[in-house]
């Protein structure tokens, strides 16, 4: 079941590719908030959304240390089911500690797609520096997640879908829910976004307003006042 909360209007600015990655760069340099403390608020709200038993699918980047963040919650709440990682080898700081965190616990971590009967899928593969189509073992683990029968939950923004443009590359994940973390992405409400998409969750993990500021994007401040989490209202047609 997914939570409730009010909506909130698709007019709220968005995030590019390159906003993003700067918001993370600023809120650890200039503000003292590091990526470890975001990527643990971005585990948490994500797993709140995981219903059932849920097979966590990543890759190798921030977004999968959000993913394997959720793991370990969902873990602790007696949800988890598996976890697959492509090439855990690649992963690099605050994403590698979130694996270790995983590996002490006792929880294996595969590099096979593996659902072991789960309810949902969360999709933790790409986040928003996806440029050009998936390919390869990527590739075949999005259209796996698709054929899969499960209720997909995705990080951010479904794997495969351009943050920016909101073009659908082949294949791209097909989520009934999307937890964008923070603000939503541009690629979310324009072009294939909405379609891929599902329902759209804007959830706060705790980047500093002033971040936004500094992008020359304007957020208002009582944003999370009330809420931690909104559903975004559908773009118009």
């Known amino acids: ?68 963040g959720a793991a370990r919650h969902l873990r602790r709440w007696g949800r988890l089911a598996s976890v697959s990682c ?39 593969i790409f986040g928003t520096g996806l440029s050009r189509p998936p390919e390869g073992e990527f590739a075949e683990w999005i259209e796996a997640i698709n054929s899969s029968g499960a209720r997909v939950v995705s990080v951010d923004l479904p794997s495969g879908l351009d943050a920016d443009a909101g073009v659908a590359y082949a294949p791209t994940v097909q989520a009934q829910t999307t937890v964008t973390l923070g603000l939503p992405k541009a690629g979310l409400v324009s072009r294939d976004g909405p379609r891929h998409a599902g329902e759209v969750w804007v959830v706060d993990i705790g980047i500093p307003f002033e971040v936004y500021a500094a992008l020359g994007v304007d957020v208002p401040s009582s944003l999370f006042s009330a809420h931690d989490r909104f559903r975004l209202e559908a773009p118009p047609p």
């Open 1 to 68: 079941m997914t939570p409730i909360a009010p909506l909130l209007s698709s007019a709220l600015p968005t995030l590019s590719s390159a906003q993003v990655k700067a918001a993370d760069a600023l809120a650890q340099e200039r503000f003292g908030v590091a990526i470890d403390w975001l990527m643990e608020a971005a585990g948490w709200q994500v797993a709140r959304f995981c219903q059932g038993r849920t097979a966590v699918i990543c890759g190798v980047g921030n977004n999968a240390g959000d993913a394997l």
């Open 86 to 124: 492509l090439d855990v080898d690649r992963l690099r700081g605050a994403a590698a500690r979130e694996l270790e965190a995983l590996h002490r616990l006792g929880v294996e971590v595969v590099d096979t797609f593996s659902l072991d009967g789960a309810e949902v899928v969360l999709d933790g």
